[in-house]
């Protein structure tokens, strides 16, 4: 329907990566600082993600679009062969991406087939020489300067 950022929303479970991609993300607030995304009711990594302290929502680079497609696979091992780092609180990173925000959940409703969650941002990380990846008609594409 509308242009979005691609968002990967992981963390540290039992001492092994787990994550997931999204497209649902979204700025809420600046004050306090909160996000939001939305996550299927049928999801079987949030239940795994939302136990973590800290979550880490990295901002997919435009060269990410096969990790996107990894991230979203119901099997295999969705970090193998990725490039990421994790915090003291437990949130995970991934590397080559164009923003980290560490996390934490601050709420959560239900919004028919979906969770909408919030999070509240404790810090980011920008990376200004990193392209977005751009997911829009059910195609991954990148941005373009304007006339």
């Not at 600046?30 to 049928?42: G, Y």
Request: aromatic fraction near 8%; charged fraction near 20%; charge should be negative.
């Amino acid at each position: 329907m509308f242009p979005t950022g691609v968002v990967a929303v992981c963390a540290m479970d039992e001492g092994k990566p787990v994550g997931m991609a999204v497209n649902s993300f979204s700025s809420v607030s600046l004050e306090p600082a909160l996000v939001s995304v939305c996550v299927a009711n049928t999801s079987s990594t949030w239940p795994r993600l939302k136990k973590s302290a800290n979550i880490g929502l990295s901002v997919l680079g435009a060269d990410q679009e096969s990790l996107s497609r990894k991230l979203s696979s119901r099997h295999g091992d969705r970090f193998e062969g990725v490039e990421w780092t994790v915090n003291d609180d437990g949130a995970l990173f991934i590397e080559g991406a164009t923003l980290w925000l560490d996390c934490r959940v601050h709420d959560q409703l239900r919004g028919g087939d979906h969770e909408i969650i919030l999070f509240e941002v404790l810090q980011s990380h920008l990376f200004p020489q990193v392209p977005p990846l751009v997911f829009h008609q059910s195609k991954y594409l990148g941005l373009a300067h304007a006339s």
